[in-house]
């Protein structure tokens, strides 16, 4: 799977790729001016860039990573809403909940990076990995150099895909559920989608692909079941604009709306293990269960299916 170049600067896919799929793709310095070609050899720290399976009827197994999403000691009020996952919008409750997770905010690049130092841990050094959506290819970039993994990505927007080429990261300038039929099965050790199954126009597809071409796949996305979520929706009858939602209706890219529940009912559905998972939760990140739908920001979860 080494990335091989041709005289133009072009990127060709790993040997994972069907050779039919170099004819249909483009890489992103085709998108740019004639002339300009990807940096390939920049390290990363010379340019900072820019903000199926049949269904099953077995449970969502969650192996290992797993917390209970109870602060101890927990006031009855926040114990009873966490079992039953029901927000009252009473002064007592909110009050206890913004007392025990804050605003989570924290420190904006460590808050939009969290998710990188989790799976850095996880991802074994040498491995093959495929990255997803990889926007201006800051996680693939920091796994190539610390972890000397051979990688891929996948970016549909040409400018950040310029920008990842930029850090070293070889990227095929292409729309995910384009590419991922053009992988053969097993060929790559981790698949990371990363804050992107939320935008998908075929969530399903794209799932089922990854689970078919990755040994272990990784996926996160905003959680629309957190309690402040679901508060300003129930408070002002508009679509909540958060932290982690920033955006308004009308320009938003997240076309899904999922929580930490929706995603744990489709794996069991599908037979899909899900080996770990983490949150962001009133500024830390830990493991959680389901029952930190309500107190969980954004969700990191670590799945395969056998």
């Not at 079992?83 to 605003?103: F, I, K, T």
């Not at 679901?230 to 009858?237: H, I, V, W």
């Given at each position: 799977?080494?990335?091989?170049?041709?005289?133009?600067?072009?990127?060709?896919?790993p040997?994972?790729?069907?050779?039919?799929?170099?004819?249909?793709?483009?890489?992103?310095?085709?998108n740019?001016t004639?002339?300009?070609?990807?940096?390939?050899?920049t390290?990363?720290?010379?340019?900072?860039?820019?903000?199926?399976?049949?269904a099953?009827?077995?449970?969502?197994?969650?192996?290992?990573?797993?917390?209970?999403?109870?602060?101890?000691?927990?006031?009855?009020?926040?114990?009873?809403?966490?079992?039953?996952?029901?927000?009252?919008l009473?002064?007592?409750?909110l009050?206890?909940?913004?007392s025990?997770?804050?605003?989570?905010?924290?420190?904006?690049?460590?808050r939009?990076?969290?998710?990188?130092?989790?799976?850095?841990?996880?991802i074994s050094?040498?491995?093959?990995?495929?990255?997803?959506?990889?926007?201006?290819?800051?996680?693939?970039?920091?796994?190539?150099?610390?972890?000397?993994?051979?990688?891929?990505?996948?970016?549909?927007?040409?400018?950040?895909?310029?920008?990842?080429?930029?850090l070293?990261v070889p990227?095929?300038?292409?729309?995910?559920?384009?590419?991922?039929?053009?992988?053969?099965?097993?060929?790559?050790?981790?698949?990371?989608?990363?804050?992107?199954?939320?935008t998908?126009?075929?969530?399903m597809?794209?799932?089922?692909q990854?689970?078919?071409?990755?040994?272990?796949?990784?996926v996160?996305f905003?959680?629309?079941?957190?309690?402040r979520?679901?508060?300003?929706?129930a408070?002002t009858?508009?679509?909540?604009?958060?932290?982690?939602?920033?955006?308004?209706?009308?320009?938003t890219?997240?076309?899904?709306?999922?929580?930490?529940?929706?995603?744990?009912?489709?794996?069991r559905?599908?037979?899909?293990?899900?080996?770990?998972?983490?949150?962001?939760?009133?500024?830390?990140?830990?493991?959680?269960?389901?029952?930190?739908?309500?107190?969980?920001?954004?969700?990191?979860?670590?799945?395969?299916?056998?």
């Amino acid at each position: 799977m080494a990335e091989k170049k041709t005289t133009t600067g072009k990127k060709t896919p790993p040997a994972g790729v069907k050779s039919t799929a170099a004819d249909k793709k483009t890489t992103a310095a085709d998108n740019k001016t004639k002339g300009t070609t990807p940096a390939a050899g920049t390290t990363a720290g010379k340019k900072t860039p820019p903000a199926g399976k049949t269904a099953g009827k077995s449970p969502a197994r969650i192996r290992a990573g797993v917390g209970d999403g109870i602060p101890e000691p927990c006031p009855a009020v926040l114990r009873e809403a966490l079992d039953n996952d029901r927000l009252d919008l009473g002064d007592e409750l909110l009050a206890v909940l913004s007392s025990a997770y804050g605003n989570g905010d924290g420190p904006s690049e460590e808050r939009r990076r969290w998710q990188d130092g989790v799976i850095l841990d996880w991802i074994s050094p040498g491995s093959y990995v495929l990255d997803l959506g990889c926007g201006h290819g800051e996680l693939l970039g920091k796994l190539i150099a610390e972890m000397g993994v051979h990688g891929q990505a996948v970016e549909v927007d040409p400018e950040a895909a310029m920008d990842a080429m930029e850090l070293g990261v070889p990227v095929l300038n292409i729309d995910i559920s384009e590419v991922l039929g053009d992988f053969r099965d097993k060929s790559f050790d981790f698949v990371i989608l990363e804050s992107t199954v939320q935008t998908l126009r075929d969530p399903m597809g794209v799932l089922g692909q990854m689970l078919r071409v990755g040994k272990r796949c990784v996926v996160s996305f905003p959680n629309f079941g957190h309690w402040r979520t679901r508060r300003d929706l129930a408070a002002t009858g508009r679509m909540p604009v958060t932290s982690s939602l920033p955006f308004q209706w009308y320009d938003t890219p997240n076309i899904r709306v999922l929580t930490v529940k929706d995603f744990l009912d489709w794996a069991r559905r599908y037979d899909v293990t899900v080996d770990k998972a983490y949150g962001y939760c009133g500024g830390r990140v830990r493991p959680i269960a389901e029952r930190d739908n309500l107190v969980t920001e954004e969700a990191l979860m670590f799945i395969s299916r056998d």
